[in-house]
T-cell receptor, first 114, second 112 residues
Framework: DAGVIQSPRHEVTEMGQEVTLRCKPI?????LFWYRQTMMRGLELLIY????????DSGMPEDRFSAKMPNASFSTLKIQPSEPRDSAVYFC????????????FGPGTRLTVT | DQQVKQNSPSLSVQEGRISILNCDYT??????FLWYKKYPAEGPTFLIS?????DKNEDGRFTVFLNKSAKHLSLHIVPSQPGDSAVYFC???????????FGTGTRLKVLA
């Protein structure tokens, strides 16, 4: 299995631009999570999907952030407009058997907003 | 407010010795705890977990201890190997929820 796939691996953009991060979960997994990692706050859960449906987006910092999961094999996290404080590493993770299944993380997307 | 705290941002240990990584939590509803390991430019990978009904779980060189009264858990690595050098994240979850609350991580360096 290829594991969780994320693209791009690195993204550098200017403040105000739209950024779209992509994730392909492990085939057969029914839960998908988006996390953000910063030095100050560690790994923060942004949003959780179960069977393609957003269950909890309370971790999404602002309306500038949005996430979709149009099908079981693809999800996007969009930031519009981006700001320098959004600079972080964004991870996607997937799991089987709901929330208590072990979460498998992708390699992350390092976002830099200048 | 950090519900899961890893107060040591870094730790250096000599190869062959024991590494002890600590984690404290504040939410008494947490009943499932995990440790994840992260190498540079990779995503975190699951290492070991423990349920609140146990106070110890062992897997090879890795042992996690849980002290519920102190709201404290620790990860012991014995013996430590250079390949163990990574960032270790502690995470906690409450029954009936799906959220893993992660700490900020501890960077372990095992010196050869």
């Amino acid at each position: 299995d290829a594991g969780v796939i994320q693209s791009p691996r690195h993204e550098v953009t200017e403040m105000g631009q739209e950024v779209t991060l992509r994730c392909k979960p492990i085939s057969g997994h029914n839960s998908l999570f988006w996390y953000r990692q910063t030095m100050m706050r560690g790994l923060e859960l942004l949003i959780y999907f179960n069977n393609n449906v957003p269950i909890d987006d309370s971790g999404m910092p602002e309306d500038r952030f949005s996430a979709k999961m149009p099908n079981a094999s693809f999800s996007t996290l969009k930031i519009q407009p981006s700001e320098p404080r959004d600079s972080a590493v964004y991870f996607c993770a997937s799991s089987l058997a709901g929330a208590f299944g072990e979460q498998y993380f992708g390699p992350g997307t390092r976002l830099t907003v200048t | 407010d950090q519900q899961v705290k890893q107060n040591s941002p870094s730790l250096s240990v000599q190869e062959g010795r024991i590494s002890i990584l600590n984690c404290d939590y504040t939410n008494s509803m947490f009943d499932y705890f995990l440790w994840y390991k992260k190498y540079p430019a990779e995503g975190p990978t699951f290492l070991i977990s423990i349920s609140s009904i146990k106070d110890k779980n062992e897997d090879g060189r890795f042992t996690v201890f849980l002290n519920k009264s102190a709201k404290h858990l620790s990860l012991h690595i014995v013996p430590s190997q250079p390949g163990d050098s990574a960032v270790y994240f502690c995470a906690a979850s409450a029954r009936g929820t799906y959220k893993y609350i992660f700490g900020t991580g501890t960077r372990l360096k095992v010196l050869a």
